[in-house]
Each structure stands twice: as C-alpha cells, then as structure tokens.
C-alpha cells in the first residue's frame, strides 16, 4: 500500500521534495494534496518526514562514480565527493536547511553514479537486440570494491512475521541473519523501499527460547533484491531502538553455536577472494612505476616509489652515479603546478628526457610534450640531440589525488571470525601512518618509446650552434636530496621449494670440457645460484656438469660430482648463474636427494633466503594505494586449448577510454566482451604465437592496439575497427588510421602482456581458509578459476604520442582530439 501510493504520486512527491526545508511547507503540502484522501497525504506526508531527517552519514564515493573524488568537509565531517555531488551537496543543503536524508539520497542518485549507470545499462541490456548480439563471457572485476564485515551473518530461515504499517502484518522467513542485520523473503506484492522502517517478530526463535521482546524488533530497509518470480530479497539493518542488551547476548550466542550447523553466508567473502585473487596478478606484473608525491613545507616532493621486478628499471634509470634519485628535480614543483592544473581526474602528459655524463656524473635533461609544444623554435633541437642519446626515453606521465586513509583495507571476514582475524584487521602501524600522512598524489610512469619513433626523432635537424640552450632542460644535483624510499612489491615467492643461504666451493665443467670455478650463493632442493670466479659465455638451457668439493667431504651416501644442471639464468655480469635439476626420464636426481636430505636434518641451522622489509606493512600499505587508483585497462588471458582467450577485465577508480565505451553500450556490468576491441583471431594470430612460449620470468611483451571508433553506430560491433601489431614499425597501418582521424575517433593503446605463475593464494589465505570452512567445495572452485588465469596484460592510452610520428597533418589530428573530447566529456 505504501509504496503503491508513493509510486502513484511519485512526481508529485518529487515537486514536494524541493519544497523540503520551505518554512511555509505545510500550507505549500496541504494545498498540493487536497484532492488526496486521508490515508494517501498521510503516507505522502510521512516520506516527506523521512527524507527531512537529520543524519550523519558518512559519503564516500570513491569507486562510484565518474568524477574525481576529493576530500570534501562539512560540519566536522569529512566526506569524498566528486564535483556532481558536491554541487548537488551544497544546493540541497541550503534547500533543507542541513544534512538530511533527502541531501544523502540527492548525491547518491547523480547521473555519474556508477550505480545508476549499470542500473541504466542492465535496462539497456535486457533489450533482446542486444541480448542475441553479444556473448558476455568476460567476468569485470572492480579493484578494491569489497567491503569488511562488521560480523558474521549465519544462513537461517526461521518463521517471522512482518509489520509493514500499523494496520499490516504478514508472516515472512528469514534468509539469513547477524546481530545488527537480516535478509528476508518477501512476496513482490509487498513493495518495501529503501530506508523504510520496518517490525520484525521472530515466531520461530519465540517459539523455543524466551526472547524478553515485547515489541519484535525494529530494521530499517537497506535494499530490495528482485531475485525470482516468487519472491525478493529484502535486506534489512537494524536500528537498535529496543535497547535490549539481553537480547543482543542471546542472538550473538545462537549465531557462534550454530553457525557450522546452518552455515554463513559467505557472499562478502567470495566477492572478496574473486576481486583479490585478480588483483594479485596484476600489481606485480605492471611496468609502470608507482611513486607518491606528499606535501612538505608547502612543495611536493616523491617521497615513496613502490617497485616490481618490470618495473625497477624505471626507478634505477632515475638514479644517478650516487645511487640517489632525481625524480625530485624532473617532476618538480613548476611541471607538478602545470599538470595541476589539468582539470581532468587523472592529469595526464608525456616527458622526454635523456643524460650526459661529464667526469663519471651523470646530468639529466628533460622536457614535457606542453613544454615543447610551447616552444616549437626548440622541440627539433631538443628531440633531434636527444634523441641521439643511448639514454632517451619517452614517459607516459599519469598523476592523480592518492589518501593515506586508502592504505587500509582490512579483510572481507568480520573479527568474530576467528582469533586472529582482528589482529590482522588492524590498520597499518603509527609508524607507516606516520611515513604516509603527508601523501597527496600518486604518479604513474610508463616507459612507452620504441626504438622506431626513437629514429624518427633522430631525423629531426636542428641548428648545432645553438647546442647550448639545451641548458634550460639540464637539471642540477643537489648535495642532500629530499629522502625518497624504494619499497619492494611483497608477494608470493613464485619457486616452489624455498631457497637457504649457504657458500661452498663449487665447479662447473661444460660440455667442450672448460672448467669454471665459483660458489654457491643460495641453494633449494631443485637447484642453485652461484657466484663464478670470472665471467662465463653459458645460455639459457645449456646443460652443465656441476662438483661440490667441501660437500662431498660430508656424505659417502651421495656422490656429488658431474651432477647435471640446466642453466635457467645469467646475470647481465655473466657471473651470476641460476641453476636447476635436470633429469633424465625417471632416474632419481643424486643432488635433488643430497639438498633433500640435507634441508630436512638442518632446517633448525639453514637460513632462509629472504629479505625481510625495511618497514614492516609499508609495502601492503602502498599495494593498497595503488589498488584503490588503478587507472589503466588490466586483462586477463585463460588458456582454451592451445589458445588464449580474455576471461576478465579490471576496472579501478579511474576508467580509461576503453572502459566509457564499453559503458556507453551497457557493457560494464559483472560480465561483458572486449572482442570488438581485441578479437579472439588478433589474440589467436598476433599475440599467443609470442607469448605461448613465455615464462612467468620473462618481462612483459609490447603490442600496439589500434582502434577506430565511430559513436554514431549503435552497436559496439558496428562502431568499433581494430587492427592489433606486434610491430613498431605502423606504415602499413597509415591507411586504416587515416579513415578514422577524417570522421571517427581514434585510440591507440600500448598492450603489455606477460604470463602469470601461481596466484598468490597467501595473500588469499585467511578468506579461502574461512571458506574452506563452511563450503569446501567453493573455496577449490576459487582456487581453481585463479588457477585459470595464465596471462595478465594492461593498456596504456598512447594516442597522442604515437600520431605525432605518423605522416598526419597537426589540423586532422586536432579536429579528431576535439571530436574525442566532447565525446568523452559527455559522458563523463
């Protein structure tokens, strides 16, 4: 009934809403709803009493909407809004004279909501066009979506009854139930709505225990789940207005006694595990280098650089002959201001830059693409010099707002879990707090120049007698610069046995019969890493003969001479040597038993080879950062066959390019399909015969992605054209863009791809350990779709940089930009 008449009369509820706060909103009320009856003003004059409320809700909008997100303070409270709400904010305030429930649900429902979009984008997609078109088989996982329980919620279905208003009771069952919540099940003839306040009795417990529950309970409406034809599910919290301390104790004993009877739900936990379990196997394989920019004395400085092993090179290549970076005084203070100033969420620019080396030091020179661009009497001197240098590099610089308080994100099971779950719950130590405080930006560089483009600027002439002037882009060394702290990517060792630090007297004989002398460095049951007395011309795969002496004097039961080893790896010094068992069909390996035997009798003695972290938690505590900003496109390959094909997508906070137009045709839902944008023949044809052969070792290979895009078309499959090259060389493809940069849109994205190991399931451990628990066979379902994944790959939006080196005129390409702008502020 209530909702029936709220949706009867829902313009005219709207119309009064705007007249909440109105001092004379009671003469402006009756005169709207004199031709209503009694019961329907009292129903319409009680949602207006609802939504004028006073609350205090917390807003964070971060990862819902399109906009960008920034700390935003009212009456003590700070919030995150995007410039939408907090316009829709600030007006809805000053209309109701405060915070309340109207000014809550008025941000909550802006246009750029990603709620309302996919709510919008499922209506889309049920259209039966577009249902028989379009094979959505690609899961879409959203980074760092998942939330933390407060407790846990038991499945259990129990007789209630229902209190909808003072004259309407209904007998219900539960669902599940927690202390402060619960799901239950509702004919769809009973229209609830969100916030409503509903009584609940709980027959079924009543009947056997003795409640002290006069007046059932009371919930307020969370959500409605349409979930079938006979019944939605309606989740509810509890308001606490009965105050009922025994009844709390009774309900949260009952939950802890039988919850391996009737189970938890685990839905939270699951969704958890998925989104984690993808995470993992993106952070550490991206070639982008994460350095955070915090605040001191009123300048910006990079403070803490989070580095992988495809990603270090970035960060060594800005450090000079002392080991010290100068990151500080390349993105300085005037370039930060410059890029600032950008409007865009993630401000974006390309920097060029190069060294010279005068009396063993080293100088960096750099430049942007707005700098140049500038100054167009230097760009050919700058390109066409600098590029002559062994050390140029082009950069994709990305920046974007980074809040320490994204550091913590506790597990998805709640502390009564389990006895160690609140200690892992907690959040980072005042001492990482304390390093992450001042923390304002993250920075985000790719090296995207390719030895192609690279000749191209060589060919740029420019006037050597005016050499000198290049002095303006040379950058200076200061005797103590600003502290920035490398933090290594903590993650799964990916070998199988552990490695122990040991050194013993170690020879090496090749198969032309050349000895070598060396000593073992580290060892595991499978293999070796030693350290050779002079540099040695080994191959990855070559098969050596290996003798350890000093071991031998140990053991008569193993005879440690001519033990074959396959050359797995070779340090850039040629002196460094990873080694692994090889055997020969089935014959037991005599070193493989030796370090077996060994290992299991001095385990107490042996240290492990591991680096434990400088700070305890920093390196979690930036992962999570990062997670909570992701701004490119990840993917993830599975392996069909002798083939790859795209089973899930990843979509961080910022959505690139690709992200819009796949939101823009309702296709940014739980599932979708890039095959319009990379088709499984480009995947069969230009990318697995790369990457079939590829290690999880290997760094990550570069593909070129092309994409002409036409908005006008109404389908994805008509509106988008993509050629895939493994090729820098993009003549043959000058045609093809050409078409595109006349009438339609062009993106062109850097593919990176590398293969994965295992997943990571000790970051996973506690959820799947929880899982495990109550529904093993979930928990081996999880494990085996991460499992699944054999290849992870991320897209940077090169467009720019890339038609700058094309046979394009400079008016072409700025009319297609300003098409593509206008697209893409439209919907965003």
Known sequence: MTEDTLLKYESLVDELKSYLGNAKFDTI?????????????????????????????????????????????????????????????????????????????????????????????????????????QKLDCQVIKFASYESRREERMNYSIKIT????????????????????????????????????????????????????????????????????????????????????????????????????????????????????????????????????????DKLYPSLVLTTENNIFIQRYFCDER??????????????????????????????????????KVYYYSATRTELTAEPQLSALFFGFGSQKESWQCFKVQLMPSHPEDSYIPLSLPNTAGKDIEKLNKPPTPRVQGMLKDVKYLVILTAVGTDVEQAHYQSFSYDKSIVNQLKRFGHGKHKTPPKLETVDLEYVNLRSHKRYLYKTDVVLTTHDEQTHTAHSRDFSVMGLQIECDQPVTFQKGEIVELSLPELQKITKKHTLSNLKYEVMAVSKSFTTINLKASRIADNPHEGVKFFTLLIENNKDKLKVSEEAPKVP????????????????????????????????????????????????????????????????????????????????????????????????????????????????????????????????????????????????????????????????????????????????????????????????????????????????????
């Open 162 to 297: 229902v209190e909808l208003s003072q004259d309407n009771t209904i007998a219900a069952t539960t669902s599940d139930i927690s202390l402060s919540g619960a799901k239950i099940k509702l004919s769809p003839r009973y229209q609830v709505k969100k916030g409503q306040r509903l009584g609940l009795r709980l027959v079924g417990l009543e009947q056997d225990f003795e409640l002290g529950l006069k007046n059932g309970i009371q919930y307020e409406v969370v959500a409605v789940e349409k979930t079938s034809l006979e019944f939605n599910h309606i989740r509810l919290k509890r308001t606490f207005i009965e105050n009922n301390e025994k009844f709390d104790e009774f309900l949260e004993s009952f939950i802890h006694g039988n919850k391996r009877r009737y189970k938890v739900n685990l839905d939270n936990t699951l969704d958890a595990v998925v989104s984690k379990g993808y995470e993992q196997y993106y952070i550490p394989r991206v070639t982008s280098l994460f350095t955070f920019f915090s605040l001191q004395n």
């Open 617 to 828: 938690g920093l390196s979690t505590a930036l992962r999570n950062m990062v997670t909570k900003s992701v701004c490119q496109f990840p993917f993830y390959l599975h392996k069909e066959a002798a083939h790859f094909k795209t089973g899930a997508i990843g979509q961080g906070l910022y959505p690139s390019p690709l992200h819009i137009i796949l939101q823009n045709y309702g296709l940014l839902n739980n599932t979708t399909s890039i095959d319009a944008f990379l088709s499984p023949e480009q995947l069969n044809d230009v990318i697995t015969p790369l990457i079939k052969d590829r290690s999880r070792q290997d760094p990550p290979l570069p593909f070129t992605l092309f994409i002409r895009f036409d908005p006008k078309k109404s389908t994805i499959e008509d509106a988008i054209k993509s050629k895939c090259s493994a090729s820098d060389d993009y003549a043959p493809l000058l045609l093809f863009l050409k078409k595109g940069l006349k009438s339609e849109l062009l993106f062109i994205m850097r593919i990176y791809i590398s293969r994965t190991g295992r997943p990571d399931t000790d970051y996973l451990a506690n959820e799947l350990k929880y899982v495990s628990q109550y529904a093993l066979h979930k928990a081996k379902d999880l494990e085996e779709a991460l499992w699944a994944v054999t290849g992870v790959g991320d897209m940077v939006d090169i467009t720019d940089e890339t038609l700058s080196h094309l046979d394009f005129t400079a008016e072409l390409v700025e009319q297609m930009n300003k098409r593509k702008q206008i697209w893409l502020k439209r919907l965003t």
């Open 323 to 360: 080991k010290l970076s100068c990151l500080y005084t390349i993105l300085n203070q005037r370039r930060l201001a410059q890029l600032l100033s950008n409007p865009a969420p993630v401000k974006e620019e390309y920097l060029y830059t190069f060294t010279h080396v005068v009396a063993g």
């Open 29 to 133: 009320f009756k005169s709207m709803t004199t031709g209503l009856t009694k019961p329907e003003q009292f129903l319409i004059k009680m949602e207006m009493s609802r939504l004028s409320q006073p609350i205090a809700r917390f807003i964070d909008l971060r990862g819902q909407v399109t906009g960008q997100v920034r700390p935003y303070e009212y009456e003590g409270k700070q919030h995150f809004m995007d410039e939408t709400a907090i316009a829709v904010f600030e007006q809805a305030i000053e209309r109701h004279g405060g915070y309340t429930l109207a000014v809550y649900e008025a941000v909550m429902s802006t246009d750029n909501n990603h709620r309302v979009m996919q709510k919008k984008a499922a209506e889309q997609a049920q259209q039966p066009e577009l249902q028989n078109e």
